[in-house]
């Protein structure tokens, strides 16, 4: 059974940072794209970044030049470094890894609230 653990969530004044963790667990094949979403209260999830298994990455307008996105294979995590924090930037984060063959899965999502 694959699973998903996020961490690194929590409350930070604009202009900090955080950075959020994700790791898998319980795999047997390799992953192909992992990617940050969030969904903020009322409103629609949202893609943040994403990172493909040769090290491509795209990224929401919105957060573009403050968040960068890594992986690191070997430990079948991905990270969010985030700077720069708005309070929009105040909502759920949810990984999301895509794994060959086998489909895409989800975390249970980590709070970050931008407070102004």
């Known amino acids: 059974q694959v699973t998903l653990v996020e961490s690194g969530g929590g409350l930070v004044q604009a202009g900090g940072s955080l950075r959020l963790s994700c790791a898998a667990s319980g795999l047997s094949r390799s992953i192909s794209t992992m990617g940050w979403y969030r969904q903020a209260p009322g409103k629609q999830r949202e893609l943040v970044a994403r990172?493909?298994?040769?090290?491509?990455?795209n990224y929401a307008d919105s957060v573009k030049g403050r968040f960068t996105i890594s992986r690191d294979n070997a430990r079948n995590t991905v990270y969010l470094q985030t700077a720069s924090l708005k309070p929009e930037d105040t909502a759920v984060y949810y990984c999301?890894?895509?794994?060959?063959?086998?489909?895409?899965?989800w975390g249970q999502g980590t709070q970050v609230t931008v407070s102004s």
């Open positions: 999301a890894m895509i794994v060959m063959g086998a489909g895409s899965y």
């Open positions: 990172i493909t298994s040769d090290g491509s990455t």
